[in-house]
């Protein structure tokens, strides 16, 4: 089989994926919501996405549009956005022409993210003076305030996600017809929790655990826009979990920029591990993925998780960044080569083979060939299932900025360049290695050629498989792997 998939790891949506996802023309029906609006509709048989139960605040036949970047904690706020507005009486629509308020959630990890933003907000230049309301919502709103007001005069709502508590707030004084509305506190001990959450997904729900960063890598925005590190009680926590398997979902996926640094703030005191094994029991639930996780608080508790309960997915994302002890280092990601080349170890004596995925950056500040060439080398070691691979973009605000030695953009090209193709030859032995497998999976895509689905299986593979079924969307089922790509597999359903 060849072609392109355009479903992909889409948990991970938002970042540079190394290798084009490759199988046949399967297009996944799930609702996209990376640059796309949420829609209000459902598109595919499953339970019926919760909607809003009540209608206050908005004006009369008030029509909302929602477009977001970046990674998945974003296309979850967006989620719970959405259950605001439509608890305030708005209607989603797919086209900003069409809305009364139009949002941007937005993206800063990297600089290209945030330009493409205002290259957005352009476009609607001239949308305030027909009455539409425009506003900004994410991390360029938490990173540029009201810097936004100047550049953009036709905004009229700026709110970083550490603000989102808020948001009902913000959105009366623009119902009140306020011009420069902000929400940009990152001081806060909140977490973002709605009643009315407007999932995408008819199946897999994300659910953040985890909100803000108190890791400081000297490249990352998010501390500066996300704010400090809060966690979510564990009870709240497991009673959305019980919730939403009552409304069919059987899959959860649990959010955080550090997942894995969870600190129950309740007096139950719940540790990551333990919230994972409560998560997987409660009733309907059939798979929990978590994402993602910092190396250095990824513990032996949460492979003996992992080992006891098959319902937590085998799959860990654990971002490394680099292959050297002395970019680790200037980076301040807090370990080493050889202390996170440990915690692989520890995955890799687990009683179930886990894959195990991971993000680097290339062309970090003063990153020598000498250390790339060890990045190299960590790929070799650990044989990664996938990676996300990023050229190091200089943010605000961050310590990376005033370092000296700047890698050429050329350079740092090449050097991507020369890393994945690495990572394509491991994913294609890799893959290659797992025909006649049986994997179970969920499947969340059907093709327009006939008998042609796909899904995900545990370990977070794309599979493209035959099937004479006729309504197997939502369901899981056993298929078969018959052939591989570097990025996917092929396979049939079997009994
Ligand atoms: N919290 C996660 C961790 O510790 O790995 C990562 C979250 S960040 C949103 C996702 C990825 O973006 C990072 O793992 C890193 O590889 C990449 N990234 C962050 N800042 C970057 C920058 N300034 N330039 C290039 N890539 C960056
Ligand atoms: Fe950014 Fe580091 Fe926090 Fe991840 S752990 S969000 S890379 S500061």
Redesign the pocket.
Do not use: E, M
């Given at each position: 089989m060849g072609g392109t998939f355009d479903i992909s790891l889409d948990s991970l949506a938002g970042?540079s994926v190394t290798l084009e996802d490759v199988s046949s023309e399967c297009t996944s029906e799930l609702p996209q919501t990376q640059g796309k609006d949420l829609r209000a509709v459902r598109l595919l048989p499953g339970p019926e996405p919760q909607t809003a139960p009540c209608a206050t605040g908005a004006r009369d036949g008030a029509t909302f549009f929602l477009e977001t970047f970046g990674?998945q904690m974003n296309d979850h706020d967006s989620e719970k956005v959405a259950g605001v507005l439509l608890s305030r009486g708005y209607k989603q629509v797919e086209s900003p022409d069409a809305a009364s308020l139009v949002l941007y959630n937005t993206c800063s990890?990297?600089e290209k993210a945030a330009q493409k933003v205002f290259s957005r907000l352009g476009e609607y230049r001239t949308k305030q003076a027909a009455g539409q309301v425009i506003g900004v919502l994410g991390c360029v709103a938490q990173q540029e305030g009201k810097e936004i007001f100047e550049r953009a005069p036709w905004v009229s709502l700026v709110c970083g996600s550490a603000s989102y508590r808020k948001l009902p707030e913000l959105l009366a004084q623009v119902e009140a017809g306020n011009q420069r509305v902000t929400g940009l506190n990152t001081d806060t001990d909140e977490t973002f929790e709605t009643p009315v959450t407007r999932r995408d997904n008819p199946w897999r729900a994300y659910l953040t655990i985890i909100e803000g960063?108190d890791?400081a890598?000297a490249?990352?925005?998010?501390p500066f826009t996300r704010g400090p590190e809060r966690s979510r009680a564990s009870d709240s926590i497991l009673k959305e979990v019980r919730e939403l398997a009552e409304l069919g979902y059987s899959e959860v996926q649990l959010l955080g920029?550090?997942v894995n640094s969870y600190a129950d703030p309740s007096s139950r005191r719940m540790r990551f591990s333990e919230l994972l094994l409560a998560v997987a029991d409660v009733p309907g639930m059939r798979r929990v993925r978590f994402t993602?996780s910092?190396p250095r608080d990824f513990g032996a508790d949460i492979v003996a998780a992992l080992e006891a309960q098959p319902k937590l997915c085998n799959h860990v994302h654990l971002?490394v960044?680099s292959g050297s002890t002395r970019v680790l280092r200037e980076m301040v990601r807090t370990y080493t080569r050889d202390e996170y080349l440990e915690k692989i170890a520890m995955l890799r004596r687990a009683k179930r083979p886990i894959a195990i995925t991971t993000?680097?950056?290339v062309g970090f500040p003063g990153e020598t060939e000498a250390d790339f060439a060890e990045t190299l080398t960590l790929l070799e070691e650990v044989q990664y299932d996938s990676l996300?691979s990023?050229?190091?973009?200089?943010?605000p605000n961050?310590p990376?900025l005033s370092m000296p030695d700047a890698i050429p953009e050329a350079e740092k090209s090449r050097r991507l360049t020369v890393l994945q193709e690495t990572q394509r030859e491991i994913q294609s032995k890799r893959n290659a290695s797992l025909v006649n497998t049986r994997f179970e999976v969920l499947v969340s895509g059907k093709s327009r050629r006939e008998n042609q689905w796909s899904g995900h299986t545990s370990c977070h593979r794309v599979i493209n498989f035959t099937s004479q079924e006729q309504n197997l969307l939502g369901t899981y089922v056993q298929v078969l792997a018959t052939g591989a790509g570097p990025n996917s597999l092929v396979g049939e359903q079997v009994t």
């Open positions: 970042r990674c990890i990297r960063c890791k890598c490249y990352c925005v998010v920029q550090t993602t910092h971002p960044q993000d680097v950056i996300f990023f050229k190091y973009s200089p943010r961050t990376s």
